[in-house]
C-alpha cells in the first residue's frame, strides 16, 4: 500500500541551526502538507501546497518557515533558525486531489531543538 | 471557544466492549469528518472519513456525522486489545488543500 515517507525519524540540532525535514509524498497525490505537534498537545496545521504554490498556511507558520518541492517525489520544509519552541513532532501528509480533502500522514520526524 | 473539542480520557475498557468517542466544533463551513488513530509518537493512521451528514461503517467501526448538533462520533465495537491508541477527530471545508482541524485525541486503553 502506497505510504507518505519522511526522513529523519529524529533529528537533533542546536538553536539557532537550520533543519531540513524531508518528506516523499504518495506518488500521484497533488496537495501537499505539514503539520507539526507538540509533545501532549494538538495536531496544527502549517502549511499546504499544490502546483508548486502555497495554498494555506497558519499563523505558525511566519518567515523562519519554508517549503519547497526540489523534484518530482520530494517535499521539504526548512526552518531557517530553530528555536526551543520548535521542539515537535513533524509530520507531512499528503492527498489525492481537491475533491474530497483526504489526507494520509507519514510517520513523522521528531525534531528536539537543544 | 475552541473550534474542535475532544474529551482526551484517559478511556480504560475491557476487551469486548462498545466504545464511543466524540467531538463537537463551532465551524458550520466543515463538511469532512475524519477519525485517526494514533500510536505513541507515531503518524495519524486514517481510519474513516465521512462527507456531510450521515452514518458510515467499516467492519467493527462505525462513524457518524450530527451537523444539526456539531457532534460527531466514531462507535468500536468488540474492543480489541490491539484498538489501544489515541483517537483523533478532525475535520475540513470543502475546498482543496484545506487544514485539517484536530480534536486534542482521545487515549483509549482496552485491557485484555
Known amino acids: 500500500e502506497p505510504e507518505v515517507t519522511q526522513t529523519p525519524s529524529h533529528q537533533v540540532t542546536q538553536m539557532g541551526q537550520e533543519v531540513i525535514l524531508r518528506c516523499v509524498p504518495i506518488?500521484?497525490?497533488?496537495?501537499f502538507y505539514w503539520y507539526r505537534q507538540i509533545l501532549g498537545q494538538k495536531v496544527e496545521f502549517l502549511v499546504s501546497f499544490y502546483n508548486n504554490e502555497i495554498s494555506e498556511k497558519s499563523e505558525i507558520f511566519d518567515d523562519q518557515f519554508s517549503v519547497e518541492r526540489p523534484d518530482g517525489s520530494n517535499f521539504t520544509l526548512k526552518i531557517r533558525s530553530t528555536k526551543l519552541e520548535d521542539s515537535a513532532m513533524y509530520f507531512c501528509?499528503?492527498?489525492?486531489?481537491?475533491?474530497?480533502?483526504?489526507?494520509?500522514f507519514g510517520a513523522g520526524t521528531r525534531l528536539s531543538v537543544l | 471557544q475552541k473550534e474542535v473539542e475532544q474529551d482526551p480520557g484517559p478511556l480504560s475498557v475491557p476487551e469486548g466492549a462498545i466504545v464511543s468517542l466524540n467531538c463537537t466544533y463551532s465551524n458550520s463551513a466543515f463538511q469532512y469528518f475524519m477519525w485517526y488513530r494514533q500510536y505513541s509518537r507515531k503518524g495519524p493512521e486514517l481510519l474513516m472519513y465521512?462527507?456531510?451528514?450521515g452514518n458510515k461503517e467499516d467492519g467493527r467501526f462505525t462513524a457518524q456525522v450530527d451537523k444539526s448538533s456539531k457532534y460527531i462520533s466514531l462507535f468500536i465495537r468488540d474492543s480489541q486489545p490491539s484498538d489501544s491508541a489515541t483517537y483523533l477527530c478532525a475535520m475540513s471545508a470543502v475546498q482543496a488543500g484545506t487544514a485539517l482541524i484536530f480534536g486534542k485525541g482521545t487515549t483509549l486503553s482496552v485491557s485484555s
Open positions: 506518488s500521484n497525490h497533488l496537495y
Open positions: 465521512t462527507y456531510s451528514s
Open positions: 501528509a499528503s492527498s489525492l486531489d481537491g475533491s474530497k480533502n483526504i489526507q494520509y
